[in-house]
């Protein structure tokens, strides 16, 4: 069976929710499965410092506050938009949480009004309306995009119907642009702008999304999904899901 190299990208900068706790997750399932995991953190600068880029089969990248996503989203666009494009262009998986989702995105307009220039290679973007507009902030639920959930991989993987539950902490609200997919419909919280009941987004195989908690902590079936689409299997030999049922369940009481 295949290695998970997993590229990470700006861990120091981009990790105040506790995103980092996604790599751990995917880290600990391949473990379980004895499926050999490396992760290749990716901060500011030249790619060409990394030999193994053409290897890596997930890319993730974390949440953070505004002066973060300021402080790296020159290097993101100048030095990384070439690797990311060619890369979602190949079919290869990746997930992009909060800030990071919006940096993918044509533009994201700061509190302070100061316009981020995206990446764009997400049909989206996304508007922070200062503190005229309470920030998104609580537990959230969702149901994930039949796109997504119809794939066979994540039909095996998937003991939850498709839910997915997280926790979201953001100002920017985030619009899909017409024909974008989005990752999910959202049940209860705010998703992409508390206005069209949209959540995150799907570019390939990728995932754009506003989930914290860590969103694959609290939804293993997805981090099962990721592991087995990177490394092209159908699906990946269960482990026990107790707990995550009965968190599942507990969630159900939310109105
Ligand atoms: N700073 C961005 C916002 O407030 C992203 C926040 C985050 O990554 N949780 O919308």
Redesign the pocket.
Known sequence: MNKLLIGYLYKDELN??GDNGNVEVLSARCARRDIECEIVLISKGNLSAYARLSEINLLFMG????SS?KSIYGDFLEEKEPFIRDYIASGKTGLF???SY?LMGDYYRA?DGAELKGLGLFKAHTI?FGKNRP?CIGNVRAKINSKLSSDQVFKNVDFLGGAVIGFE????RTYLDAGAAPFAHVTYGHGNNSEDGTEGIIVGNCIGTYF?GPILAKNPHLADYLIAKSLNLPELPKLNAGLTVASYTASKKLR
Not at 169 to 172: M, T, V, Y
């Open positions: 105040l929710y949440g953070g506050p505004d996503q949480v909060c800030g919006q509190a922070h920030r902490n953001h100002g920017g914290h």
